[in-house]
């Protein structure tokens, strides 16, 4: 049901795109001033208005965090479920010029957000975060000098399920002693206002997906959807156009009430997740006002497959595996930095499939479904509302059968003992499987597809897809996905992939560890680990962030993942090398790799004109895609003009500038 723990549902639900309906009460007043008016769509909105402070629980009067007096969340069904909530508080605080701290409890994950309009997709700014489940985190911010004033405020706030509750207050640091609820003027709280009543607004873009940010992320979307939002005018539905790719989409547009949806069709050929693409929007309220807004986006997935791949390893031409020397197919190697369990539950080194914390499941294995069903049935449990060929990913013959790759790290440890006598610790669980070279010589465009039943715990895990074009010489990134609590952003919005691979990660284990051969106690553990990095043969650079894709113990993530190889073009000793890093995390299961030769669908961009006239540069390109700049083109430094629109023109100056376009 509606009860992800992520921000992204949260912003579909509050955008009136969530599949199902507000059962929220609007005659539960809780803490607000009067009940609000009815839903008016199935999945729309209950609005309410909160005079005091943001101290809110499904207990009335109870204590759920830092702050006692809990008030009842206005709107909760408590007959039917707090489950798969989701939030909107909308506010304008008085800030002093400086460091401010600001924090939230909450159970479950938040967002805090400002800017000219911070319910508009593309005027605002993140301030703090926290996806996920319960907890609390306090973050700062910089008001700069003689900025002191009020500013718009947004908060996000979601409950997948069990308790709920949010607490939004203010600190003194980031490990605050003093901390007082937002509005609580009679303690020191800063004050919080409401919007002036009759003020002039305009039409504004409430949200856009896939979501414009330049990262995978775990949602993805066959179309593209935005929905604008009516300010003291109404949006003009016929002035509004998109452009996908610098091509004009057919859109179906409809209103409900204040909103209007705008969504593009399902688009025909191959379009994978990893993709850039770029938008332009154009819409009016009939009057004064009008906005063009361009942006870029990926997660935009269409997979439209021939009948047959040129190659690929569906692991059905082997028994599963009996011993060591078949845990992979021939061709195949197979390494670990595993921990061998000190009491399996059959004793040791016996060959025994019924407990992922036994031997066979040290290194990557092939096993039938039937085996890995009662082991860890997630694996099974895929996206079936992805399609290919337009087809629902339904039927399990088409997701996974006969035999597939698992590797394991959950349940394992259980009695490892470190040397200094601690127990329970981070031990290395370590599967790399590189696989037998493909051939791909006759391939001009190759298309890696794979069921990949992945279950990303948020205890410390990596899963990773690597190739190589030189029979595993050197080593390119294909997919390194990662729990969304083990990332980190630059301020742009992509991933930080060094930080993401080089961060000590104090539950995530050392490897290699040196145990007893007879008794497996352990004797030392090795110098490297607690970084994901250290797992990788790919060079670790900030090259590698487009490649990073967040995927979460959800079944969105289970998923067929295709993945352009651009390097593996015409190659004839294409290798893989699946990498599962866990301490105690959960599994990953892998079953259909094939090959296609697959064009790209859209052309890429490319730059029609540059012309200089009147002191003025002009450059015009087609094809979609943003214009970058570089004064030079032996050591290139790429700056985005931030122009999506196919036309720019700046003043000529002095020196040399290059232009490219690109997605």
């Known amino acids: 049901m509606n009860t992800g723990n992520n921000n992204t549902r949260t912003e579909s639900d509050l955008a009136g795109q969530s599949a199902y309906p507000n059962l929220g009460d609007p005659d539960t007043v809780g803490a607000g001033i009067t009940n609000a008016a009815p839903?008016?769509?199935?999945?729309?909105?209950?609005?309410?208005?909160?005079?005091?402070?943001?101290?809110?629980?499904?207990?009335?009067?109870?204590?759920?965090?830092?702050?006692?007096?809990?008030?009842?969340?206005?709107?909760?069904?408590?007959?039917?479920?707090?489950?798969?909530?989701?939030?909107?508080?909308?506010?304008?605080?008085t800030l002093p010029a400086g460091t401010n701290y600001m924090g939230v409890r909450s159970d479950d994950g938040f967002g805090v957000q400002s800017g000219t309009n911070p319910q508009d997709i593309f005027t605002r700014s993140l301030v703090g975060e926290r996806p996920g489940g319960a907890g609390d985190l306090v973050f700062a911010f910089v008001v700069p000098p003689g900025g002191a004033g009020t500013y718009p405020f947004r908060v996000i706030w979601e409950n997948g399920g069990g308790d709920s509750h949010v607490e939004w207050y203010t600190a003194d640091s980031l490990a605050p002693t003093t901390r007082v609820l937002v509005n609580d003027i009679a303690n020191g709280g800063i004050p919080a206002y409401r919007e002036l009543s009759g003020a002039t607004v305009t039409p504004f873009v409430k949200s856009v997906t896939p979501l414009p940010v330049p990262r995978q992320i775990e949602a993805v979307q066959n179309k593209v959807t935005v929905v604008l939002a009516d300010g003291t005018t109404a949006v003009n539905t016929n002035s509004i156009t998109l452009e996908i790719d610098g091509s004009p989409a057919a859109l179906t547009i409809t209103r409900a009430g204040s909103t209007v949806t705008a969504a593009?069709?399902?688009?025909?050929?191959?379009?994978?997740?990893?993709?850039?693409?770029?938008?332009?929007?154009?819409?009016?309220?009939?009057?004064?006002?009008?906005?063009?807004?361009g942006w870029a986006f990926v997660n935009f997935e269409n997979l439209v497959l021939p009948v047959s791949p040129v190659t690929g390893e569906n692991f059905d031409s082997y028994p599963e595996a009996t011993s060591p020397a078949t845990t992979v197919p021939p061709g195949w190697t197979a390494t670990n930095y595993t921990w061998l369990e000190q009491t399996p539950p059959a004793g040791f080194g016996v060959w025994d499939l019924t407990d992922v914390a036994n031997d066979p499941f040290v290194n990557w294995v092939m096993i039938t479904t039937n085996t890995v069903f009662p082991l860890e049935d997630e694996v099974m449990l895929n996206n079936t509302a992805q399609t290919i060929n337009g087809i629902p990913l339904t039927n399990v013959d088409n997701w996974m059968s006969n035999n597939l790759l698992f590797a394991a790290s959950d349940g394992r440890a259980r009695n490892a003992t470190d040397p200094i006598g601690g127990t329970n610790v981070s031990v290395p669980q370590i599967q790399i499987a590189v696989s037998a070279p493909f051939n791909l010589s006759t391939v001009t465009n190759p298309v890696l597809t794979f069921s990949s039943g992945l279950r990303m715990s948020g205890n410390g895990e990596e899963d990773a897809l690597e190739y190589s074009v030189d029979n595993g010489a050197t080593w390119l990134p294909a997919l390194l996905c990662f729990n969304n609590n083990r990332t980190f952003l630059n301020a742009d919005g992509s991933y930080d992939a060094v930080k993401i691979l080089t961060n000590v990660w104090t539950d995530v284990a050392k490897f290699p560890v040196v145990q007893d051969p007879t008794t497996r106690d352990w004797i030392s553990s090795g110098p490297l680990g607690q970084k994901f990095g250290d797992v990788l043969l790919t060079p670790i650079s900030a090259a590698l962030a487009p490649y990073i894709a967040e995927r979460n113990d959800s079944v969105a993530a289970r998923k067929v993942e295709a993945i352009r190889l651009p390097a593996a073009s015409k190659k004839s000793q294409v290798r893989l090398r699946f990498n599962h890093y866990g301490s105690c995390g959960w599994e990953w299961g892998v079953d259909n790799i094939a090959f296609y030769d697959i064009a790209p669908t859209t052309p890429a961009p490319v730059i029609s004109s540059v012309a200089a006239s009147g002191g003025v540069v002009t450059v015009k390109w087609a094809n979609g895609g943003v214009l970058e700049s570089s004064p030079s083109l032996s050591s290139p430094v790429w700056t985005s003009t931030g122009n999506y629109l196919g036309t720019f023109s700046e003043a000529a100056g002095s020196g040399t500038k290059f232009y490219r376009a690109r997605r």
Do not use: C, M, W
């Not at 402070?53 to 008030?71: E, R």
């Not at 050929?269 to 009008?290: C, I, P, R």
């Open 39 to 93: 839903v008016t769509t199935p999945n729309g909105l209950l609005f309410f208005e909160i005079t005091n402070v943001i101290n809110l629980s499904k207990t009335d009067g109870g204590a759920s965090g830092y702050f006692a007096g809990d008030q009842l969340e206005p709107g909760i069904n408590l007959t039917a479920s707090t489950d798969g909530q989701s939030a909107e508080i909308l506010s304008y605080l």
């Open 264 to 293: 593009s069709g399902v688009p025909s050929g191959l379009f994978v997740a990893g993709e850039g693409h770029t938008a332009v929007l154009k819409y009016n309220d009939g009057g004064t006002y009008s906005r063009t807004q």
